[in-house]
């Protein structure tokens, strides 16, 4: 959102954010709150979710650090669309609404960065619906895993490893399926050679799981 502003305007816009500490299982907001605040993630994850009236519940996506969160109810002024929750310990940066809006006025290009972060989340969203609604377990967990490493790369005979910060059901939920299917799928991308597991690392080989993603190399 801020990638296009000079160094100045990127100093500017970091005066106006607020530190904010929460605890392990603390809402950062929720659903239906009141949207004053966009939220930049410091250190720690915070899960989003959607809850129903009686009580199902539904990751939407995990924010670590770098990425920001609330940014719908910011821009609209709205309310919050989901539940918001520190899975550990969460250093986190407030931008309030008002001086938000003040530094869209001042730095115009700060408007186009919003427009491209927006389309990118909507991709983003689109993905996982098409990857729920379309594609097998085994090929949503390959392509999770495949974004979780970021693009990094191992030599050859090696894999490259990939801390897990959140647990099976965590991981079944934002995949929108059972933990004994994503369990399940783990298991299959093992046989495959895809990934080793250890008690909190996956050790992954990016080609074979693109492979089982059906992810060509064009």
């Known amino acids: 959102m801020f990638?296009?502003?000079?160094?100045?305007?990127?100093?500017?816009?970091?005066?106006?954010?607020?530190?904010?500490?929460?605890?392990?299982?603390?809402?950062?907001?929720?659903?239906?709150?009141?949207?004053?605040?966009?939220?930049?993630?410091?250190?720690g994850r915070v899960r989003l979710a959607v809850t129903t009236e009686d009580g199902r519940e539904l990751s939407v996506r995990h924010a670590a650090r770098g990425e920001l969160l609330g940014e719908i109810a910011v821009l609209d002024g709205g309310e919050r669309?989901?539940?918001?929750?520190?899975?550990?310990?969460?250093?986190?940066y407030g931008l309030r609404r008002t001086p938000f809006e003040q530094l869209v006025a001042r730095y115009p290009e700060l408007s186009a960065g919003i427009i491209a972060f927006l389309c990118r989340r909507l991709r983003q969203t689109t993905d996982q619906l098409e990857g729920i609604a379309l594609y097998s377990i085994e090929v949503r967990l390959a392509r999770?895993?495949?974004?979780?490493?970021?693009?990094?790369?191992?030599?050859?005979?090696?894999?490259?490893?990939?801390?897990?910060?959140?647990?099976?059901?965590?991981?079944?939920?934002?995949?929108?399926?059972?933990?004994?299917?994503?369990?399940?799928?783990?298991?299959?991308?093992?046989?495959?050679?895809?990934?080793?597991?250890?008690?909190?690392?996956?050790?992954?080989?990016?080609?074979?799981?693109?492979?089982?993603?059906?992810?060509?190399?064009?």
């Open 3 to 43: 990638a296009r502003l000079s160094p100045e305007a990127l100093l500017a816009c970091a005066g106006e954010f607020r530190e904010q500490r929460f605890e392990q299982g603390q809402m950062l907001f929720s659903r239906g709150d009141t949207g004053d605040q966009l939220i930049l993630v410091g250190e």
């Open 81 to 92: 669309s989901a539940d918001a929750v520190a899975l550990t310990a969460v250093v986190a």
């Open 144 to 218: 999770f895993l495949l974004v979780g490493l970021g693009g990094r790369r191992a030599a050859p005979g090696k894999r490259v490893p990939l801390d897990m910060a959140f647990s099976q059901g965590e991981l079944a939920q934002l995949l929108g399926a059972s933990r004994p299917k994503v369990n399940a799928a783990l298991g299959s991308l093992e046989q495959a050679g895809a990934i080793r597991r250890t008690a909190d690392r996956i050790f992954c080989d990016p080609d074979a799981l693109a492979k089982c993603a059906g992810i060509s190399d064009g």
